[in-house]
């Protein structure tokens, strides 16, 4: 994927994901996602990462 980054714009990022895997196989498709957004962190902030069973929301896993 690094080959495709430079041929964004600014303020467009990328990422491989899938829509439901919990980390316990291998996922059997894969999607690639482009987003408004401009550092790594913003890529939990578009999945609604969260570590909920430690009590965190996005931001707070992202400070963590």
Not at 2 to 9: C, D, G, K, M, N
Not at 57 to 62: A, K, R
Request: proline share 5%; hydrophobic share 40%.
């Amino acid at each position: 994927m690094a080959f495709l980054r430079p041929q964004l714009s600014e303020g467009t990022i990328d990422f491989v994901g899938t829509e439901h895997w919990l980390g316990e196989e291998s996922p059997k498709e894969v999607e690639l996602v482009l987003a408004e957004g401009m550092e790594p962190w913003d890529i939990l902030r578009r999945l609604r990462t969260n570590a909920i069973n430690y009590d965190m929301e996005t931001e707070g896993l992202i400070r963590q």
